[in-house]
C-alpha cells in the first residue's frame, strides 16, 4: 500500500462541513495537513469548549463568508488562540508565517 503524504492533503467544507474542517486544523495537530477552507463556517459548542480548555489552535485556515455570517466568523476566530488576518469579507487564522499559498490571504 502505498503512502499518503499528509503535507499534500488539504480539507475543504461549507455550512456544516466547514466546522470540522476548522476542527480538525485547531484541534488535531497530529494529522499535519497542510490547511483548508470553510465557506459560511457555523461556530459550535465544540469549538467554543476547545477554546475553553485552550485546545483550538488552528493553522493555515481560510474561512470566508458573507456578511451575514461574518459573527460566527468573528466567534471563531476570537476563540482561537491564532494570529487573525482580517478583511470585510474573510477571516484567516493562521499559526504560521502563510495562512494559504496565494498572497490575497497571507497574515499580518
Known amino acids: 500500500m502505498a503512502s ?11 455550512t456544516i462541513g466547514a466546522t470540522p474542517v476548522a476542527y480538525v486544523l485547531g ?15 457555523v461556530e459550535s459548542p465544540g469549538l467554543i ?19 451575514r455570517e461574518m459573527l460566527n466568523v468573528d466567534n471563531i476566530a476570537n476563540h ?5 488576518s482580517r478583511s470585510s469579507r474573510r477571516r484567516s487564522l493562521d499559526t504560521g508565517s502563510n495562512c494559504c ?3 490575497a490571504c497571507a497574515s499580518s
Open 4 to 14: 499518503v503524504d499528509p503535507g499534500r492533503i488539504a480539507l475543504t467544507g461549507a
Open 27 to 41: 484541534a488535531q495537530p497530529g494529522l499535519r495537513l497542510r490547511g483548508g477552507v470553510g465557506l459560511s463556517a
Open 49 to 67: 469548549d476547545l477554546a475553553s480548555k485552550r485546545r483550538f489552535k488552528p493553522h493555515d485556515l481560510l474561512l470566508i463568508a458573507d456578511d
Open 80 to 84: 482561537a488562540e491564532a494570529r487573525a
Open 101 to 103: 499559498p496565494t498572497a
